[in-house]
Structure formats: C-alpha cells, structure tokens
C-alpha cells in the first residue's frame, strides 16, 4: 500500500496460490481509494456501526487486544494541527535529551504529547 502525493491511497493486491504469491502482470490487481471521497457505506456496514455505537464499554471483549503501556499517548496524534505557534519554553534537560533521542521532528512529538494531555484534560 502507498500513497500518492495528493494522499489517494493505492493497493496492490496479489494472488495466493497453493501457499505461494503469484505475481504477474496478468493477476495483479491494482485499487485506488480516494480517502477524500472514499466509497458510501452499504446499508450491511450502517447496521454494524450502530450496533457498534450502542454497546457499552462493558460488552467489548479486550482479551485478544494486545497490551498498551502508559507511553502509547506519545503516539497519540496522528495529524499535527496546522496553527502554531513558536514560543520560548524551558523544559528539563533530561525531558529534552529523551525526545532529542528519539530524532528529527522531535519538537514535533513534544507537541503530540501537549496535544494528547491536553485532550484528555478537556472537560
């Protein structure tokens, strides 16, 4: 699966045969899904989102999720707003070596986190 510049995303799907990927340009089957107008919902798929909607908490079966530790918040923003503004910020130097660590864009997660803690905050 890729992306084209202007974000479509296309899938290449290939054939599975007798336990080996048949590749050719004869059973490769390319798809285009445009994410900003992707396809209508069937009324089958409706259906299963409202009762999806209507089930509490309580009646959703976790035992075959894996397990996510307290850090999965640093992951918690998957598009960064477009507004920002540079501020000056004094943080604690082991707080800044951890995310300079972690590589470019770092000041970019730092932001992901202030995001997501400020989200879980919101009242």
């Known amino acids: 699966m890729w992306f084209t510049p202007s974000g479509t995303k296309?899938?290449?799907v290939l054939f599975l045969h007798?336990?080996?990927?048949?590749?050719?340009k004869n059973n490769t089957v390319k798809?285009?899904?445009d994410l900003?107008?992707?396809?209508?919902?069937?009324?089958?798929?409706k259906a299963r989102l409202t009762a999806l909607t209507a089930m509490p908490d309580e009646g959703?079966?976790?035992?075959d999720a894996p397990y996510l530790s307290d850090a999965v918040w640093m992951k918690?923003?998957?598009?960064?707003?477009?507004?920002?503004?540079?501020?000056?910020?004094r943080i604690d130097t082991e707080v800044l070596e951890f995310f300079?660590?972690?590589?470019?864009?770092?000041?970019?997660?730092?932001?992901?986190?202030?995001?997501s803690y400020v989200e879980a905050h919101k009242e």
Not at 60 to 63: A, E, G, H, R
Not at 100 to 115: D, F, I
């Open 10 to 12: 296309i899938l290449s």
């Open 18 to 24: 007798e336990g080996r990927f048949l590749m050719s």
């Open 31 to 33: 798809l285009t899904l």
């Open 36 to 45: 900003i107008n992707p396809p209508p919902l069937t009324d089958e798929q």
């Open 60 to 63: 959703i079966d976790y035992s």
């Open 76 to 89: 918690a923003a998957d598009q960064l707003p477009c507004t920002k503004k540079q501020v000056t910020l």
């Open 100 to 115: 300079k660590r972690t590589g470019k864009r770092y000041q970019s997660r730092m932001n992901a986190v202030l995001r």
